[in-house]
């Protein structure tokens, strides 16, 4: 064994007696909405309660009156054009591609937006090509990893704010918003956190925004795209804010069942972004196929409103059930992301494999994606579950947690 491959071990023997050693577990799609996991000795169908499938696109069994069906759109996907084989600036551009991008900014009540391959991919580009003179970013504790790299590949300076700390962040942006040094200040936040599923205040950021003009907002809706919103455009749109968001990224890996990301921006940033994003122009682009599909999902959207409605019932339902538990293990729900706070890895994995027992499939969050001491399931409701697998659901919660 090298040295190096010696040094690698090291490291594994450590993770793994600090049981913080991650493994894949690969599933099996069958029917109904349901998993196997091949690792079972006795693969068993199971309900996916880790998946961000929020409307349940991919269960073909799940359809409610009165929405678009997308089966004709997915018959009539080209197969002629798999693959884009190269960056949009070489040869990698087609013409769906910006059908869908005016199709975005118009919904979300923008000039224009860009595409990008995922949320990743926008959320490390963005900052790093708005380099400007005098920028100072400030940003919520608890935004996604992909924003904090994006934010530490841009070199600018930056502080953070407690999360959803509003007096706290007006102190930062007063501090700065008086230095001459500072041009400009981008308040970043997501409109609903991915692990804890609470909502940012984002009327009070809109309200800062306007207060002090060197203020821009870049807000990430991957979470809420899809699912909030009388149309389905997000809570910006729920909350009647969509033109005041700088920068609105949102990804369609999540509730538009598909993969890929973009930003809703002015027409000036979304030049700058194709001149200078690294993670768009040094990436080849996503299959047009995808591209045709996700368009297609998207003009679907605002029919969705009896899936959004299922999900907000389910949401309910498993509040009302859970009512009985501290705060410090269920946290008030305010959206469909719902955090069990177990405090632990060793009790996060008891529930994880009591819940896989009775049927549910869900992996532990644990540190370092969350703090020590604060691992959790993270439960993922969709709108492809019905309000009995719910209500199981929380009985055996309530049974290895109450």
Same mark, same amino acid.
């Given at each position: 064994m090298s040295?190096?491959?010696s040094?690698?071990e090291?490291i594994?023997?450590?993770l793994?007696d600090?049981?913080?050693?991650r493994?894949l577990t690969?599933?099996?799609?069958l029917?109904?909405g349901r998993y196997a996991a091949?690792d079972?000795?006795h693969?068993q169908?199971l309900i996916?309660?880790n ?9 073909a069994?799940c359809?409610f ?5 997308l089966?004709?759109s ?7 054009d ?6 949009r600036? %070489?040869? /990698? ?5 910006h059908q869908l991008e ?6 979300l009540?923008?000039e ?7 949320g990743?991919h926008a959320n490390? /580009?963005?900052?790093?090509a708005l380099?400007?003179? /005098? ?16 934010l530490?590949l841009?070199?600018?300076p930056?502080e953070?704010f407690?999360?959803n700390?509003?007096?706290q962040?007006?102190r930062?942006?007063?501090k700065?918003h008086?230095?001459?040094s500072?041009?400009?200040?981008i308040?970043?936040?997501e ?5 804890d599923g609470?909502l940012?205040?984002l009327?009070e ?13 870049y807000?990430?809706e991957?979470?809420a795209?899809?699912v ?5 455009? /997000? ?5 009647? %804010?969509l033109?005041e968001?700088d920068?609105?990224?949102g990804?369609f890996?999540k509730a538009?069942g598909?993969?890929?990301a ?6 000036a940033?979304?030049?700058l972004l194709i001149?200078?994003?690294?993670s768009l122009?040094?990436?080849?682009? @996503?299959?047009?196929?995808i591209i045709q599909?996700?368009l297609?999902?998207w003009?679907a %959207?605002p ?6 409605a299922?999900?907000?019932k389910?949401q309910?339902?498993?509040t009302?059930? @859970? ?6 293990l ?5 959206s469909h992301?719902?955090p069990l706070l177990?405090g632990s890895?060793e009790?996060?994995r008891?529930?994880?494999q009591?819940?896989h ?10 540190s370092p994606? !969350?703090p020590v001491?604060s691992e959790?399931l993270r ?5 492809g579950?019905?309000?009995?697998? !719910? ?5 055996i919660?309530?049974t290895?947690?109450?």
């Amino acid at each position: 064994m090298s040295h190096f491959e010696s040094h690698i071990e090291q490291i594994l023997a450590t993770l793994r007696d600090e049981q913080a050693l991650r493994t894949l577990t690969p599933i099996e799609p069958l029917e109904r909405g349901r998993y196997a996991a091949l690792d079972d000795a006795h693969p068993q169908p199971l309900i996916n309660l880790n998946s961000n499938d929020y409307l349940a696109l991919h269960d073909a069994s799940c359809h409610f009156a009165d929405e678009a069906d997308l089966t004709n759109s997915l018959q009539a996907l080209s197969a002629g054009d798999l693959g884009s084989t190269s960056s949009r600036l %070489l040869s /990698g551009d087609r013409a769906v591609m910006h059908q869908l991008e005016e199709l975005i900014a118009k919904s979300l009540q923008h000039e224009t937006a860009l595409l990008f391959n995922s949320g990743y991919h926008a959320n490390v /580009g963005i900052l790093p090509a708005l380099k400007l003179p /005098g920028l100072v970013v400030i940003a919520d504790k608890l935004i996604h990893a992909s924003m904090i790299d994006g934010l530490r590949l841009s070199g600018l300076p930056f502080e953070r704010f407690r999360h959803n700390d509003v007096a706290q962040l007006q102190r930062l942006i007063e501090k700065h918003h008086s230095a001459e040094s500072c041009q400009h200040i981008i308040v970043m936040a997501e409109s609903i956190y991915s692990m804890d599923g609470d909502l940012a205040p984002l009327q009070e950021l809109v309200a800062l925004k306007q207060q002090y003009p060197k203020v821009a907002l870049y807000i990430d809706e991957a979470h809420a795209i899809g699912v909030r919103g009388a149309h389905g455009y /997000g809570l910006c749109e729920e909350l009647g %804010l969509l033109s005041e968001i700088d920068l609105l990224v949102g990804t369609f890996g999540k509730a538009l069942g598909s993969m890929g990301a973009y930003v809703a921006c002015s027409e000036a940033v979304r030049t700058l972004l194709i001149t200078r994003s690294r993670s768009l122009i040094y990436s080849t682009m @996503l299959p047009p196929l995808i591209i045709q599909w996700v368009l297609a999902v998207w003009q679907a %959207l605002p029919t969705f409103t009896q899936r959004r409605a299922h999900l907000a019932k389910l949401q309910q339902l498993l509040t009302d059930e @859970l009512a009985s538990l501290p705060a410090q293990l269920l946290p008030t729900p305010h959206s469909h992301i719902i955090p069990l706070l177990c405090g632990s890895r060793e009790r996060a994995r008891a529930v994880a494999q009591a819940l896989h027992e009775e049927g549910y499939f869900i992996r532990p969050i644990m540190s370092p994606t !969350v703090p020590v001491g604060s691992e959790r399931l993270r439960i993922s409701l969709t709108a492809g579950l019905t309000t009995a697998e !719910v209500r199981q659901l929380c009985q055996i919660i309530l049974t290895h947690l109450a």
